[in-house]
């Protein structure tokens, strides 16, 4: 092979002939020819001082000790000799390391080799005697000259994948299928003849796998495979819901789908399995690639999203999730890297799915090798860090909704007045109740011991206090009242006020603007007419406890040691916490509430720890945090009034009842207990009347809450008969309200420009980066107020974008031939490999552009083609001269993937649940299709791993086809495969038409490999089950031999 | 191998190819292997390595860094500006209680922690007391300490280590880990083994000790004529289709695959079988200890040595937990409570077992073959957290290798006054990699895979081979 390698092509040959009558000498000190002078800067100048100077410079790395920055350090060379002999292109070391003619002196080092153009130009440069102007190493100045971005970026812009798609024509030929004309074309130069058709079981095979995922249904054997009832067979396999089964899962791998987030803990992505349902619908509906494209990035933003009727959901919000796969570490205690690692998932993912280019590696430098710089990767950290991770609502809106809430509201009134009837009844019996209390209400009045219960002056009372005594403790807190109110904080929100929410994120019905003081919430079931009557603030069960509500205040960057205090009330598992640099899990030093049940009241968290660091504070309800959210939870609530933060150390708020100012008032000064008594009941008819007018103060709403949380108002429907009817009336409208559907999203929060970290050490932050594309192919900012997800996605889609049609258009050719034109599907930079047909390449985007982005359309074009149709045996002259078959003169054997092998074995054996679709993930003892097996990143599917399904940690358009003895052992051994084994043996010895055994080896061959048994194997196999039943005293020979035939390589592979 | 040569023709040239093919695995998998030597790089001096991963993080001031300062300073707030810690309970000084004694003709100091280790081996350790971590939480400091990246999707330094030198055994895999009783994988799961984006064949096989089935599906589920005869009829069936199939390498070397597999079955019980194993060995290492943990323990030491003996690159051990101080099974040593006690416990079952270890290899020559490298992937606060535990610290710990042509006897580098950071010679996970690849004959700058349009090393972009951990 290298004498072969090392023998000079004829062209070089012609050149040196050509150079030695130059008579090449020692490259001229002086002055150059124009032309040479011309040569040198512009085609060997840049590349040196781009791809050597970094490591062979002088005065700087100098590795081999070897310099090329100046005309005498070449000549002198490293350890190894002179780096060029000019004249003599063939003995210059500099070359053959370039050629990589040898495999320890391939350079540039761990870069991609030089474009064959450029090497021609070092070639023609040596040949003609090497003439170099520099005669001293060159100034920092001219270094950084050479090599700053824009000429970089210049010249790797030249790269195929950046240049526009061309248009092209398929070449003339006798083939009338475009693509074949494409590749005819170079498999009659290369002197070859293509295959003939594969036979019908291998195409049955291959075209049931490819579309579905699955192996051809017995039924379907009989189905002639010439071109027209081939092509009716194609349009019925991708009608087929397994079609979308099938292809989800591949757009899986391109998205690295998970449905946990790893590291310690590994908690699930509530809901993941959504988006999983999410693509199945969507590929079956042939949802165009482009429109999935802006939902992926931006589907929650779409003026007009694409709502599914049927099921009542935003398709197009469900697209976002993919930004949520991302891993997350557990508690770190540094945030802030753990948010600029897990947005560099996010634009891994992104850059490499959509646009095949490795933009992660600008993370810390610009790319070394592509036209990617740190401030595009700063750019889009900044489009993708302007959100949060959440649960978004998903629900299409309901056009009965409106109507509905309107006529819910509306008997929610006639709750009030009603109630405010009954209680001021309750209000004329209070004085005689409090003055002669009853067991209940003594047992209240003993458990009042704290000045927040209302009942709290009777229990001083009854210690042995005045009545003037008894409310001392109210008075006193007055004053505290009217200092809180006046201080100033660090910040301070006040949620009943519209100029103070409308800074907060707030998503819910109820969330939008805070309710007056008095509003109540009524309940939706159990023994109690009202939940609570709240003072002013953002609650958001006013409606109903199975509305969602979520609420994020602005970023604080916590410049000092400060303490937290929530004024909040909640039930039913709903949440309160701050989150630190978006880190969305909880643990150790990230504490959050999880409120079961508790009523206006403060709450207080130091933040002294997360000093430097920002945060945002986040309130939602029990199926609304973006990891912590319980999926299950139907009804809960969280409400908001007021939220501070104090320096630490610094007095709190003051802890203020506001209920006890009414009372005051009421009370004057009590000498008796009746006085007392009586106070109160005027306090509270007040405060009833003010209510039912809808004019209460938080004092007001505060002391009706406390009265029926002490049992002094009624609250029980059976208590209520004119209340009850109308309760139920409204129960009945509230269970027609829908529960929200929720999946994981971003959702958009701080729009903020990111800075560039100096090295990529995100303590170090420089200038911030405007939000924008990529340099490369159109560096304008954003003129947006929002994140910029909307405009990101609209530019990964623009007709001048040469890579992203370009790239879907390869990665389904490569799930269909087994290799892409492209053989790195998730990069087409210069680390990549180059397009093998590349006007095919170009053709194919264009076409698809042309027909809507249909998927569909694309493989019914691909595998109507004579290529797709091929046999695997090579024709002759194929293995010599193409050996790796890049010109698919025949088909490729390929190895069934690990879901199509463990859904063969269902599908093959009868266990296959095949109609059950959609929902959340099972195990891998269901017998469901693989798409529907939880993807938990600590726990993978041991069977699909062992025939490399990938672990999730990036995007894998071209998954590892590995021969490894698990997978046989597997095969062998596993339990579950042997029990598929006997289920299918049952299966035969249960149908009476078998009786014979060798209809029933015909069924077992057919079932496995589309075809019949030859003759041979017939005979094969009944001498199998013969020795089976005798020799070896077998229990179920039967199921020996389908658990061979699972074993059979024929099983597994596609020729 | 050549690059020249494409994979088909190397297959087709592969005339005894069946061995090579099934283990190696390099079948269409994707990147080049350009980062993979065809030879060392350097003279190696150590063929195995024996990872005793002490998951959790041992207390460096309680075992090999005394610090007497601790003791002066006792119940005192710490006299030092303190890092973010995981709990954020930090209390005051917190002296050991453990004894330090000098031992061994190096006078090597080791607490009472470890009385066997001490007594036995202390010479043969080379004890850095100056390791440091980026990371103060289990799951990233794992991975960290494992791939040299702190979240899943890197290839483990078992993986790196076999990508790099490749198998000495056709029926075991090169990179085994070792469990045991209740062991599991710390934290971050068993991704912390995997492959990463290397060639599969690189990942570890778990192998559970005293379980009835050490591997998954390793066991026959029949008797072997009856599996013979299927074998027979499959590869049959395998012939022919191989012929239709055009003999396709791929094909080819699943169907040989299989006998590899089917040795696997005899190979594995016999390794865990301990056949041959002396009553003397047994006791040396205390296999049949009534504390369960730490003959379990043991059991997973002699296996180690069966592994290395049979030319096993990579052996990684799995402590258990003795559920003190939230030492959990993925976390034994993470005392944050509790810490004499659990740490006494913990250390009482890996003691024993690991000088047995240590003795056996040396009575077998296989010391000087085999690098034993011991660390968890933190130390521990020299202040409390609580009344009694310590929290994460990876500002500077200590670990230790012997063998595999370190300088035994000897301590390299050291923490401040406190034992909170390291005051000379930093060692990093990047550096000990470096180190180790060294010695067993890798340059882990020219140690590399491309994959996602990057050569990836195990040490990213960093470490230092540092020599004076070199005999």
């Known amino acids: 092979m290298r004498a072969t390698f ?177 590749l005819d074309a170079k498999i009659t130069t290369a002197g070859l003849a293509a295959a003939p058709r594969a036979d019908a079981a291998a195409l049955h095979r291959r075209l049931s796998f490819a579309l579905t995922g699955l192996p051809p249904d017995v039924a379907d054997l009989t189905t002639e495979l010439s071109p027209a009832p081939f092509t009716a067979r194609v349009d019925a396999l991708l009608a087929s819901p397994r079609f979308g089964e099938r292809w989800a899962r591949h757009w899986m791998d391109w998205v690295r789908y998970a449905d946990s987030h790893g590291s310690e803990g590994d908690p699930l992505i509530p809901n993941a399995w959504r988006y999983r349902d999410y693509l199945i619908r969507a590929l079956n509906a042939d949802v165009p690639y482009d429109q999935l494209i802006l939902e992926h990035l931006a589907g929650d933003r779409l003026p007009q999203p694409r709502l599914n009727a049927a099921l009542g959901l935003n398709e197009s919000a469900l697209g976002v999730a993919q930004l949520r796969m991302v891993l997350h570490g557990f508690a770190p205690t540094d945030a802030l890297e753990e948010l600029v690692r897990f947005t560099d998932d996010q634009i891994n993912t992104v850059s490499k799915a959509f646009l095949a280019l490795t933009l992660s590696c600008a993370r810390c430098h610009d790319h070394k090798f592509d036209p990617l710089s740190q401030r595009d ?33 509306q008997t929610k009134s006639q709750l009030r007045a009603a109630l405010a009837e009954a209680w001021l009844a309750d209000a004329d019996a209070l004085p005689a109740r409090l003055t002669t209390p009853d067991a209940a209400l003594n047992k209240s009045i003993a458990a009042a011991k704290s000045a927040e219960s209302a009942l709290h002056p009777f229990y001083l009372l009854a210690q042995g206090a005045t009545p003037a005594a008894a409310l001392e403790p109210w008075r006193n807190q007055l004053d505290g009242i009217a200092r809180h109110h006046g201080r100033t904080f660090p910040y301070r929100w006040d949620l009943s006020r519209v100029d103070d929410t409308s800074s907060w994120r707030r998503d819910g019905p109820r969330m939008g603007t805070a309710s007056a003081a008095g509003d109540f919430a009524v309940a939706a079931e159990g023994d109690r007419v009202v939940v609570g009557v709240y003072p002013a603030g953002l609650y958001s069960h006013l409606d109903s406890t199975k509305d969602r509500g979520l609420l994020l205040s602005p ?126 009941a005027a306090a509270l008819r007040l405060s009833v009347r003010v209510w039912r007018e809808e004019r209460a103060t938080d004092g007001d709403a505060e002391l009706l809450d406390q009265f029926l949380r002490a049992g002094l108002l009624r609250n029980q429907p059976a208590q209520l008969p004119a209340v009850a009817p109308v309760l139920a009336a409204w129960r009945a409208q509230e269970t027609a309200l829908r529960i929200p559907t929720r999946a994981p999203g971003v959702i958009e929060t701080f729009a903020a420009d990111a800075p560039l970290f100096a090295r990529g050490d995100h303590r170090q932050p420089g ?105 695997s045996s090579p024709p002759p002259g194929a293995l010599e001269r193409d050996p790796d078959n890049r010109l698919l ?123 019949p048994p030859t003759a041979e194997e017939l005979a094969r196999a009944l001498a199998f089950l013969r020795d089976a039943e005798h020799s070896r005293a077998s229990a179920a020979p039967w199921a020996d031999l389908a658990h061979a035939l699972f074993n059979a390589k024929e099983f597994i592979f596609l020729p | 191998m050549n690059p020249w040569i494409t994979r088909r023709e190397m297959l087709r040239r592969c005339s005894t190819g069946f061995g090579y093919l099934a283990l190696s695995g390099l079948l269409a998998t994707p990147g080049r292997s ?138 075991l895999p090169g990179f085994v880990v070792l469990q045991s009783g209740d062991a599991t994988a710390p934290h971050g799961g068993p991704g912390l083994f995997g492959n990463g984006f290397l060639p599969a064949q690189h990942q570890a096989s778990i192998i559970s000790a005293d379980r009835r089935e050490p591997v998954p599906n390793i066991t026959p589920r029949g008797p072997d004529a009856l599996q013979r005869a299927s074998l027979d009829f499959i590869r049959a069936a395998d012939t022919d289709f191989a012929l239709r199939a055009g003999h396709d390498p791929q094909v080819e070397a699943a169907v040989k695959n299989y006998e590899t597999a089917y040795r696997m079955q005899a190979a594995v019980p016999e390794l865990v079988g301990l056949a041959g194993e002396t009553a003397a060995t047994r006791e ?83 010391l000087d073959e085999t690098l034993v490298i011991w660390a968890g992937e933190f130390g521990r606060t020299p202040f409390s957290q609580g009344s009694n535990g310590r929290d994460h610290n990876p500002y500077g710990f200590s670990i230790w290798l012997a063998g595999g042509g370190v300088k035994a006897g000897t301590v390299y580098g050291a923490t401040d006054d406190l034992g909170y950071r390291v005051a000379d010679k930093t060692v990093s996970v990047y550096d000990l990699w470096a180190t180790v690849l060294h010695l067993l004959g890798l340059d882990h700058q020219n140690l590399t895979y491309l994959s996602g349009g990057r050569n990836y090393r195990l040490t990213d972009v960093h470490g230092e081979v540092i020599r004076d951990l070199i005999a």
């Open chain 2, 34 to 171: 350009a980062g993979r030597p065809s030879a060392p790089h350097f003279r190696p001096r150590a063929k195995n390595v024996i990872f005793l991963y002490m998951s959790g993080g041992v207390s460096h001031l309680d075992s090999f860094d005394p610090k007497p300062l601790l003791a002066r300073l006792a119940g005192q707030p710490m006299p030092a500006k303190l890092e973010r810690t995981q709990f954020n309970k930090n209390g005051t000084v917190f002296p050991s209680p453990f004894e330090f004694a000098r031992h061994g003709g190096s006078g090597l100091e080791i607490s009472s922690m470890f009385p066997q280790i001490a007594r036995h081996c202390a010479d043969d350790l080379c004890v850095v007391r100056s390791m440091t971590s980026k990371v103060s939480e289990h799951a990233q400091g794992n991975y960290f300490f494992h791939t040299g990246f702190p979240t899943m999707g890197f290839p483990s330094a078992g993986a790196w280590i076999n990508y790099g030198l490749g198998t000495a055994n056709r029926d």
């Open chain 1, 767 to 871: 200038e911030l980066v405007p939000r924008r594309f990529l340099e490369a192919i159109d560096a304008t900012p954003y003129q947006v107020t929002d994140s910029g997800r909307l405009a990101l996605a609209r530019d990964l889609v623009r007709p001048d974008n040469p890579l992203t049609a370009r790239v879907i258009v390869n990665r389904v050719w490569h799930h269909l031939f087994g290799r892409g034109l492209v053989a790195t599907p998730d990069n087409f930079g210069r680390m990549g490999e180059t397009p093998s047909h590349p006007e095919l390449l170009d053709w194919l985007a264009t076409w698809f552009v042309e027909h809507r982005w249909s998927i569909k359309a694309l493989v019914r074009l691909l595998v109507t083609s004579d290529a797709w149709q091929h046999a």
């Open chain 1, 889 to 1011: 003169s025949h088909a490729s054997v390929r190895r069934l993937e690990a879901e199509a092998i463990r859904d063969a074995l269902l599908a093959v054996s009868g266990a296959l649940q095949i109609n059950e679709m959609f929902g959340p993930p099972v195990l891998g003892a269901t017998p469901r299709r693989s798409v529907y097996l939880r993807v938990k990143r600590n726990d993978l599917d041991p069977f699909l791993t062992a025939f490399d399904a990938p672990v999730p940690a990036a995007p894998t358009g071209r998954r590892d086809v590995t021969n490894v003895p698990a997978q046989s052992l597997a095969l062998l051994n596993d339990p579950f495969v042997r029990q598929l084994a006997e289920q299918w043996a049952a299966r035969l010895a249960a149908d009476p038409t078998l009786a014979a055994p060798t209809d029933r080896i015909r069924v077992l061959y057919t079932g496995a490999f589309a075809r």
């Open chain 1, 555 to 680: 970023r604080v960057h916590l410049a000092e040691k400060y303490d937290l205090w929530l004024r909040l009330a909640g039930e039913g598992g709903a949440f309160a916490r701050y989150v630190v640099q978006n880190y969305p899990r909880d643990g150790t030093v990230y504490p959050v509430q999880k409120i079961a049940g508790i009523g206006p009241r403060w709450i207080k968290q130091p933040l002294g720890y997360w000093q430097g660091d920002q945060i945002h504070i986040e309130f939602s309800t029990a199926s609304d945090q973006p990891v912590l959210a319980n999926p299950a939870a139907t009804r809960s609530w969280i409400g908001v009034s007021e939220v501070l933060l104090v320096r630490a150390g610094e007095l709190g708020p003051f802890e203020a009842w506001p209920f006890a100012a009414p009372l005051l008032a009421a009370c004057g000064e009590p000498t008796t207990t009746d006085d007392l008594a009586a106070g109160f």
């Open chain 1, 6 to 182: 090392l023998r000079v092509p004829p062209r070089v040959a012609i050149l040196l002939a050509a150079c030695a009558l130059v008579t090449p000498g020692l490259a001229a000190p002086a002055a150059l020819a124009p032309a040479d002078a011309e040569f040198f800067e512009s085609r060997i100048r840049p590349v040196l001082a781009q791809d050597c100077y970094e490591c062979h410079r002088t005065g700087g790395k100098m590795k081999a000790g070897l310099a090329l920055d100046h005309r005498a350090a070449l000549l002198k060379g490293g350890d190894t000799g002179p780096a060029i002999i000019p004249g003599d292109p063939k003995q210059s070391l500099l070359l053959q390391a370039i050629r990589h003619e040898h495999d320890d002196l391939a350079m540039p080092k761990a870069g991609a080799k030089l474009d064959a153009a450029v090497i021609a130009d070092f070639e023609r440069w040596v040949a003609r005697g090497a003439p170099d102007p520099r005669d001293a190493p060159p100034t920092e100045a001219q270094v950084a000259a050479d090599t700053d971005w824009p000429a970089v970026m210049a010249r790797r812009k030249a790269w195929w994948s950046f240049q526009p798609i061309r248009q092209v024509a398929p070449p003339p030929g006798p083939a009338t299928h475009p693509v074949d004309r494409f």
């Open chain 1, 377 to 409: 990767f700063t750019a889009w950290h900044g489009i993708f860090s302007s959100t949060a991770p959440a649960q978004l609502a998903v629900d299409a809106p309901d056009p009965a909704e409106p109507a509905l809430r309107a006529s819910l509201r």
């Open chain 2, 284 to 366: 040396l290492y205390g296999l049949d200890d009534p504390h369960p943990q730490k003959a379990a323990y043991a059991r997973q030491c002699l296996l180690a040595r069966r592994l290395v003996e049979r030319g096993v690159r990579f052996v990684e051990l799995s402590c258990l937990t003795e559920k003190i101080g939230s030492g959990n099974a993925p976390n034994p040593w993470d005392q944050h409570g509790d810490l004499e006690r659990g740490h006494r416990a913990m250390a009482h079952q890996v003691d024993q077992p690991i000088a047995a270890l240590l003795t056996d290899l040396k009575a077998r020559g296989l």
